[in-house]
């Protein structure tokens, strides 16, 4: 059954025939314990190249019918093969993970065969897409492969741990589930979790094929022209909502959604122009505009760290970038105070790594260094564009705040936020000062950000 379930991965990731088996005679070189007798061909794991949507790759499926999926020498080696082969032709490589530890029989060797796929995973890091899918369970230094994988997707009845949840001090009083997807979905963010076998492999399948080269132009004038159904997103400030809207044909790709939703990550194609998104997010909300989980409000140091890592790839893919500002500033919790000026500042070098072209679009009020912070024009290495909703406030900090600071003793203090307001919060004061190049309205955001991405 299980062997029947490597296969049947693979049979669902890839065109139909298109799987060609790289090592299938391979074996077990070990003979301690008897393992000799217990060996079988492909030693826990099918290798080879097939074809998803017409585009070549790579891929393992880890077979828990040979030695319960254990990990040997020769199992690694030929995980590692495949990178060396990926990295001559520039392919993709996707590892379908369904593994019982390191094979206890071969000691150091298992562990030597693990370092080198390790190898092969660092050097290819610059160069190639890689995806990993877990299914089954992925566990103690396996889990080293999935996180230096570009995406990880899972499940949700796999188990992805680095100890086991029962060895964690005091865990008999926590009852933390560390193994289960949910935990990796939510807490460490490690893996995007999808509930299915079959979810999990369309994930990649579309994940993939998204890669494929652009064809700028491929919309039709009623679709290139289309407006945006501004009216709740605009008094939500939907950033998940505006996404879909301005994709083509209303598709975005979201990446990661259950980790740190208050920062979006994904793709968007615009014009066939496809584009790396990180935006700041205010709320969760269902179709019809309901609100179903309340965020934190501003940037945190988890959403930060998220959207480096997101762009990080970005760079490496050499896509162009959109960013979506609606923060008004750091969100007020405890791990803000911790750890989010290194969050952040790995989020701006990432964006300052970035060499194609970037849009900053600005749906939400946005104040002091939240909004140089999510890629704006202050930043010289930031936005080449930055393009600002007419309903929007830009500037330091909200009046009332500012006239409480400058005006404390004034009797008129009410009326001064009001003069302050229109000075230094204007969406327009910012354009008249040349840090806003375009103040548009809400319908409009497709066909502005598809033509600056067009010129840039």
């Excluded at 893919?317 to 000026?341: D, H, I, K, N, Q």
């Excluded at 989020?347 to 600005?362: H, K, T």
Aim: hydrophobic residues 40%; contains cysteine.
């Amino acid at each position: 059954m299980a062997e029947n379930k490597a296969w049947e991965r693979l049979n669902k990731l890839l065109d139909d025939s298109s799987f060609v088996e790289l090592g299938a005679y391979v074996s077990a070189r070990s003979t301690d314990f008897s393992l000799k007798n217990q060996a079988e061909p492909s030693d826990g794991v099918i290798t080879g190249y097939g074809q998803i949507g017409g585009i070549p790759v790579f891929v393992y499926s880890q077979n828990r019918a040979v030695l319960n999926g254990t990990m040997g020498e020769m199992h690694a080696k030929k995980i590692a093969d495949l990178y060396d082969k990926a990295m001559r032709s520039r392919t993709p490589v996707i590892g379908l993970i369904d593994c019982g530890g390191f094979r206890l029989e071969e000691s150091v060797d298992a562990l030597d065969g693990f370092g080198g796929i390790l190898a092969k995973q660092m050097e290819s890091a610059e160069k190639l897409l890689t995806i990993s899918g877990v299914f089954g369970v992925c566990a103690g230094g396996m889990t080293m492969i999935p996180a230096m994988s570009d995406f990880t997707f899972m499940t949700a009845s796999a188990d992805m741990f680095v100890n086991a949840p029962h060895t964690i001090t005091d865990n008999t009083v926590m009852a933390r589930e560390f193994a289960a997807s949910d935990f990796q979905n939510t807490v460490s963010g490690r893996a995007e979790v999808l509930e299915t076998e079959d979810e999990v492999i369309a994930k990649i399948r579309l994940l993939v094929s998204l890669f494929e080269d652009a064809v700028y132009g491929c919309c039709d004038m009623a679709e290139l022209n289309r407006y945006v159904a501004s009216g709740k997103i605009v008094e939500n400030t939907d950033t998940r909502a505006l996404l879909r809207e301005c994709g083509d044909f209303g598709e975005f790709t979201e990446i990661r959604p259950g980790y740190c939703p208050e920062m979006v990550t994904g793709f968007l194609k615009l014009n066939g122009i496809l584009t790396g998104v990180a935006g700041n997010a205010g709320n969760l909300f269902d179709e019809q505009g309901n609100v179903i989980q309340e965020l934190p409000k501003g940037l945190t140091a988890g959403g930060c760290k998220k959207a480096a890592d997101f762009l990080t790839f970005c760079s490496k893919m050499s896509l162009p970038v959109l960013t979506v500002s609606t923060a008004e500033g750091f969100a007020a919790l405890e791990e803000t105070e911790r750890s989010l000026p290194e969050s952040l500042a790995e989020m701006m070098r990432a964006l300052a790594g970035l060499s194609e072209a970037r849009v900053n679009l600005i749906i939400g009020d946005t104040y002091g260094s939240a909004y140089v912070a999510m890629n704006t024009k202050p930043l010289k290495t930031g936005s080449c564009m930055t393009i600002a909703w007419d309903c929007v406030k830009v500037g330091m900090m909200q009046a009332e705040k500012a006239a409480n600071i400058l005006f404390s003793q004034d009797a008129s203090q009410d009326q001064q936020a009001v003069v302050y307001e229109s000075r230094q919060n204007s969406v327009r004061s910012a354009a008249a000062h040349g840090l806003i190049d375009s103040v548009i309205e809400p319908k409009d955001t497709r066909k502005h950000l598809i033509m600056a991405f067009s010129m840039l």
